[in-house]
């Protein structure tokens, strides 16, 4: 099972972007799903998380201009992006978490896609 990812491109300043995430095939017992960005020079961040009972955390860079949310019927994720800035600049990749069976954890990573914001 693959994570595809969607929705990454060239914006300027304060634009908006919607990232999607879903497996191509079937996940069985999906717990938290999340967004990480990878931008050159710096280290994988955490931009949001959200968790089964939907329950959400962001990091402060992102706080009030990006909104994680997931259909639970569809197994997907999405991140809508807002007042985006060229430090948002990076590749996106989504992850999700399943527990197929107690004690037994299996993280999922998408391929990654190319968010580039320009002044």
Known sequence: VQLVESGGGL???GG???LSCAPSGSIFSINAMG????????????????TSGGS?????????RFT??????K???YLQM???KPEDTAVYYCKIDSYPRVGL????WGQGTQVTVSS
């Open 16 to 18: 908006s972007l919607r």
């Open 56 to 64: 959400t955390n962001y990091a402060d860079s992102v706080k009030g």
């Open 11 to 13: 914006v300027q300043a």
């Open 82 to 84: 807002n007042s985006l």
């Open 105 to 108: 954890r299996v993280d999922y």
């Open 75 to 77: 197994n997907t994720v």
């Open 35 to 50: 967004w990480y960005r990878l931008a050159p020079g710096k280290q994988r961040e955490l931009v949001a998380h959200i």
């Open 68 to 73: 994680i949310s997931r259909d639970n019927a």
